[in-house]
């Protein structure tokens, strides 16, 4: 009903939240929403606009989320700088990020597709030591 009275008024209907995989987001837009928000997704999984533009699950593996980190921390020094606040400010963002990246569950060990914002991962077992190493918090 809300999309319907948004489209005839003209007003742009955006959909909120707990989009963390490409059905999610296919869902929200089949409901008449003009547009999704994204934030605890991703968060979680900074591929999910890749996901969602493929219309695939992306089974990334550790190397390439260990890849992700090691970008992230390249940015924040180019940006704050590598001095001893630089540092302190790049490290603070990647410890806040880290906190939401633990919550991963790899595509290939989950038990139950499409994965859920508000579900407590299952524990699963890793494929290899640094898998397991990130997904701990």
């Known amino acids: 009903e809300c999309g319907e009275v948004a489209h005839k008024s003209g007003i742009p209907l955006i959909g909120n939240g707990d989009v963390l995989s490409w059905e999610d987001y296919h869902n929200h837009t089949q409901a008449g929403v003009d547009a999704c928000m994204m934030g605890r997704g991703a968060l979680i999984k900074p591929w999910l606009f890749t996901e969602i533009k493929e219309q695939r699950y992306w089974d990334i593996r550790s190397s390439e989320r260990l890849k992700l980190m090691r970008d992230y921390v390249g940015y ?4 704050w700088g590598s001095d001893t606040e630089g540092v302190e400010k790049t490290r603070s963002f990647l410890l806040e990020w880290q906190a939401w990246l ?9 038990e139950v597709l499409p994965p859920c914002v508000n579900h407590r991962n299952p524990g699963f077992v890793a494929r290899d ?9």
């Open 102 to 110: 633990c919550r991963y569950v790899p595509v290939g060990v989950m």
């Open 76 to 79: 924040g020094l180019d940006h």
């Open 129 to 137: 030591e640094l898998e397991g190493l990130m997904a701990s918090d």
